[in-house]
């Protein structure tokens, strides 16, 4: 949602019984415009609220969120849900699949993770696929070999770009932000999908439900 919402959502969603919730800051990034391109004010500042739930809970309290704070309407903010499974270690391959043939989510979150300053050209590959937008947030590597003259631990800045697309258009956004972005090549970046069970206020201000 747009900067400075975040603690209204997050108390909220407390009162409908969410236990508590983590905030990041980043930025979203609008449709394209030659004119706020130039002016560098192609991009708007948000925060992103991530709350663990039941999945019992998870889908009423979207609804209820989703109402309250009008995310029907354009530029209100989106709420989407991913699942999380937490495999026993006894599980067979089996229980895994039937598992999996249940869960047939239309939407995908896609995550890319590369070094600061890459995200506009991540977006501009998902764009050209077919993305509307995104948005990024800023975190660090770690783990970075430290043989240099200081004994100082290095870690890199990073910019992760979340985007959410349609199932179809996965494939096709993925395979061009790997090429552009050239995360075949060792320490360039880091790509993946996630399933969404549920969203509210993409795009044509529509619902979709896995």
């Not at 800051?25 to 004119?35: A, D, P």
């Not at 029907?72 to 391959?93: D, H, Q, Y």
């Not at 890199?156 to 972005?181: G, Y």
């Not at 060792?186 to 896995?210: D, M, Q, T």
Request: hydrophobic letters at 40%.
């Amino acid at each position: 949602m747009n900067r400075g919402k975040a603690n209204e959502v997050l108390n909220k969603a407390k009162e409908c019984g969410a236990t508590g919730g983590t905030i990041f800051l980043g930025k979203g990034t609008m449709q394209s415009n030659k004119l706020l391109d130039i002016l560098g004010l192609n991009e708007a500042q948000k925060e992103i609220l991530m709350i663990a739930t039941t999945e019992e809970m998870c889908s009423d309290l979207q609804d209820k969120l989703s109402e309250h704070f009008l995310f029907s309407k354009k530029n209100k903010g989106i709420a989407f849900s991913i699942p999380f499974v937490r495999w026993k270690l006894k599980t067979n391959e089996e229980e895994k699949r039937e598992i999996r043939r249940e869960f047939n989510p239309s939407h995908f979150c896609i995550m890319t993770i590369v070094d600061k300053g890459k995200s506009k050209d991540c977006i501009k590959a998902a764009k050209a696929a077919g993305a509307r937008g995104g948005t990024i947030m800023h975190g660090h590597g770690a783990g970075v070999p430290t043989d240099y003259y200081f004994p100082l631990i290095i870690e890199p800045q990073k910019d992760i770009v979340m985007i959410l697309t349609a199932k179809d258009n996965v494939a096709a956004i993925k395979d061009r932000i790997i090429a552009d972005l050239e995360l075949y090549k060792e320490g360039k970046g880091v790509i993946f999908a996630l399933p969404v069970s549920k969203i509210s206020g993409l795009i044509e201000n529509k619902e979709v439900r896995a």
